[in-house]
Every structure is written in C-alpha cells, then in structure tokens.
C-alpha cells in the first residue's frame, strides 16, 4: 500500500490513529472487572487487536491510545511497537469521573498532526476505513430500530449538517448513527482544541466531545464528510448482548480462514 497516495481531492492518507480507551466499561461487567473494555474478545480475538490489525491494513504508522481504568493490561499487550506501529500512551488520571471529552483532550498536546479518533467499542471490517483515511470526514450507518444514540442529518452532498441527541423523539427525514470513527484536519483539530479547553475550563468534563461537534456543525466552523458504513459489517459493544450479536457477525471461523490466509502470503 502506497502510504503517501492521496485521493481525487488531493488529500494526503492519514497514518495517525487516536484510540479512546479510558473508561471502566461497567455495562460489560463481570468481563471489564480484570480486563479493559478494549480488551473483550469478540469470537476469541480481542476488540483493541482487531483495530490493530485494521490499523496495520491501512498503512497506519502512529497509535496514541488515551488509557485509564487498568491501564497495565493494554501497555502490557501492545508494548511500545507493533509492525509499522509505535505506539504511545497517555494516561487520564481522572478517568472514573470524566467523559469522553476529558479523553479527547488529554490528547492536545501529543497529536499534531491530521488523525482518525476510534472508540474502544468498536469491530469492523478492515474495508471499511478505506474512505476514512482522508481528513474531516465521519463514519455513518442508516438509522435502524435496533440502534440507538446520537444521529445526523446529511445533505445530497454528503455533508453533515446536524447533530441530534438521541432516537426516542419522532422526526421526519432520513437520520444516520453515528459510528464514532472521525477524521480530523489539523485545522479542523486545532478549532476543536480550542473548543476543548473552554469545555474543560469551565468544568465540562462529564459531557461528550459530540457536543462540541455538534456545536461546531451547527455554525459551519467544522464541515465533515459522511462515509456510509453500510456495505460491510460493524458492530458497536456497550454489553454482554452486543456483544453475542457481535460473535455472530464476526465468526471465530473468519479468524481461522485469516490465520491460514497469513501464513500462505
């Protein structure tokens, strides 16, 4: 894979990835009580290795993970290098307390560069990042009964032009999940930065980074592009039912099918 290629728009591939992997992940308790959510194995291989691969896949060459809640566990299986990889570490003290937008924040000062934010909930098809390896542009997957959150609004342009919070309320027009994978520009970073340490300052810190991307939407200080997720499978794991449903759409035998296409190439 040619790591310095850049699609029709010109945009340089981005081989920055930042994972968010502080939180205590109670809703998957007992599983999370000795082991970090990122660490779940989903069909005998765990979320945070599948990234990793997704990751080494896509010509990635910088992780920076944000830990908190049995940070040891996730230094001791990655370590400092993996492959193409290094691999860095901050560690957000605060992380019984805080939110996602303290995670995010604690980042700051370490990435200064365009990047790709993950969530540590997430399994997908490698596939699937191919589009959003480019800057500013967020992954999406039409609004289903079964799944629940924040949605947007997109324009026939692909844009997102609206945040909305939460499905429970009645509403008209088409809305997409949102996937929680971003791209960011390091100008779109270095807004959001901005918007980050007000958050911060004012002692923000249980709320979630959507707001400020909401925020920013809203008054087009920050323009992304939807990626459809749609045509290969993903899946996001809050608990001990997502995850089975997970198991399903990623089969232990997918594992030994790659296992055996590795070991031939």
């Known amino acids: 894979m040619n790591n310095d290629s850049v699609n029709d728009c010109g945009q340089k591939r981005i081989t920055t990835a930042l994972l968010l992997a502080a939180g205590t992940g109670s809703r998957l308790f007992p599983l999370t009580e000795s082991s970090p959510k990122c660490l779940t194995l989903v069909s005998d291989k765990s979320i945070l290795n599948r990234l990793l691969k997704n990751l080494k896949n896509q010509g990635f060459k910088r992780l920076v993970i944000v830990t908190g809640h049995l940070k040891e566990c996730i230094m001791d299986n990655l370590g400092k290098k993996s492959g193409d990889i290094s691999i860095e570490y901050i560690h957000s003290p605060l992380y019984k307390t805080t939110n996602n937008i303290y995670s995010l924040w604690m980042a700051r000062h370490i990435i200064n560069e ?4 993950f969530e540590s909930d997430l399994v997908l098809n490698t596939t699937l990042l191919d589009n959003m390896v480019y800057p500013d542009r ?4 039409l609004m289903q009964p079964w799944l629940n959150g924040t949605t947007v609004s997109i ?3 692909n844009k997102v032009t609206a945040f909305q919070k939460g499905t429970t309320e ?3 027009g088409t809305r997409y999940k949102t996937v929680n994978i971003y791209s960011f520009s ?3 970073w270095k807004s959001i930065i ?3 340490n007000k958050y911060i300052s004012e002692g923000n810190v249980n709320c979630y980074y959507e707001n400020i991307l909401a925020e920013m939407t809203h008054n087009k200080s920050l323009v992304l592009e939807s990626v459809s997720f749609d045509h290969q499978p993903w899946y996001e794991i809050d608990n001990l039912k997502d995850l089975a449903k ?3 759409l990623f089969p232990k035998e997918l594992i030994e099918i790659e296992a055996l296409e590795n070991t031939l190439t």
């Open 138 to 141: 967020m992954a999406v997957a």
């Open 194 to 196: 901005i918007r980050l």
């Open 155 to 157: 324009d026939k342009a």
């Open 114 to 117: 365009p990047f790709v934010l």
């Open 246 to 248: 997970a198991e399903l």
């Open 186 to 188: 390091l100008i779109s």
């Open 170 to 172: 009645d509403y008209s």
